[in-house]
């Protein structure tokens, strides 16, 4: 991940981060609108990114690093979704 450096890569790890944290102040609070809120939060973040970076033409340890990072954002959102009660969709 070292090779992740642009503020929009960097914005998303840290908001990653914060995933457990909106989970459990959602759970003490209990406000499933915060995880909502976080979702969407999320997939803006990563429409900036997914538009500004290149993936499959980047170079190699970039473009491997990308698409770790995608598929962590993959992971939250599906876990957040089911948190929700829906049902991630696997392709549109």
């Not at 998303?12 to 457990?20: R, S, W």
């Amino acid at each position: 991940y070292a090779v992740l450096n642009a503020a929009n890569e960097l914005a998303i790890i840290k908001l990653l981060d914060t995933y457990p944290a909106t989970i459990d102040a959602a759970a003490k609070e209990f406000k499933p609108s915060l995880i909502a809120h976080y979702l969407l939060e999320l997939t803006q973040k990563f429409n900036e990114f997914y538009h500004a970076n290149p993936i499959l033409i980047a170079e190699e340890k970039v473009m491997k690093a990308r698409l770790s990072l995608i598929y962590c954002i993959r992971e939250v959102l599906s876990s957040g979704m089911k948190l929700l009660g829906i049902e991630p969709i696997e392709e549109m």
